[in-house]
């Protein structure tokens, strides 16, 4: 497309759709802590990103409803980019101010400063879809991501990452009620508790446990910023559930299938 074409499109069109570029940064960064093969929706009801990764052990669903944004006028229909495109779009160039998403009847695009970056992409959802669950919980706690990122850390770091195992326990009758450790014959062991000080909420009427892939679970913890407020739900052999809503409006929700140990 020829630098004329671009400035006719520009121009033609209006813009539907306004969000600050940092929060967007913030929205693909999310997204991405499970797979970058997925796509952002532009919607009339926000911005949302979701599906499950390859392995089909971790599932995101990321939104941004639209009244969070400064400006949103889509209406009926939808229109689709590669979020790993964008996120490239968006480390490249110091994008900052705000992103604009205009439509016309040929298409989509992401225009920043005036000019076409990125086009919307046709066809059919490359994201795998993650369908919803209804599961009621046994235990969750209200906490700081930085918490547990300060707890699981050192194990991180460490060699044969895929080898280590997240244990989270809630035990309403413990000083600490709840536990995080993970635990490898090679590398050692990490065991953090926190108590009634450390959780800013807490439930649980019985003692729970579960077991899950660092190499699956710890992208999800580390995403966030360490002062991020999360919610932490599990039950014992089923996907834990974390949950977080920023400050500028953007919700995520990431699932993490367990580890069956016997």
Not at 41 to 53: D, P, Q, R
Not at 126 to 142: A, F, N, Q, T
Not at 161 to 181: C, T
């Amino acid at each position: 497309m020829s630098d004329r074409q671009v400035s006719a499109v520009s121009h033609a069109t209006k813009a539907d759709v306004t969000v600050d570029a940092d929060v967007l940064k913030d929205f693909v960064r999310l997204a991405d802590a499970v797979t970058s093969e997925h796509q952002l929706h532009v919607t009339e009801s926000g911005l949302t990103a979701k599906g499950i990764n390859m392995a089909n052990v971790a599932g995101y669903n990321v939104t941004l409803p639209s009244h969070a944004t400064t400006e949103w006028d889509v209406g009926q229909g939808q229109a689709d980019f590669e979020t790993h495109a964008l996120s490239k779009l968006l480390e490249e160039s110091d994008v900052s101010g705000d992103v604009q998403f205009r439509r016309n009847e040929e298409g989509a695009w992401v225009v920043k400063d005036g000019v076409l970056s990125l086009c919307s992409i046709p066809g059919e959802d490359i994201g795998r879809k993650l369908g919803s669950m209804s599961v009621e919980y046994d235990s969750h706690v209200v906490i700081e991501a930085g918490e547990i990122q300060r707890a699981l850390s050192p194990m991180q770091k460490m060699n044969r990452v895929q080898d280590l195992q997240i244990r989270v326990e809630y035990d309403p009758d413990s000083f600490g009620k709840f536990r995080v450790s993970t635990k490898n014959g090679t590398t050692g062991s990490v065991y953090a508790k926190f108590d009634e000080d450390d959780l800013i909420e807490h439930a649980g009427d019985d003692r729970t446990k579960a077991t899950f892939a660092m190499e699956y679970l710890w992208p999800v913890i580390e995403v966030f910023d360490p002062e991020q407020v999360i919610t932490v739900e599990f039950s014992e052999d089923y996907p834990i559930r974390i949950t977080a809503t920023l400050d500028s409006g953007i919700e995520a929700e990431y699932t993490v299938a367990p580890k069956i140990v016997k």
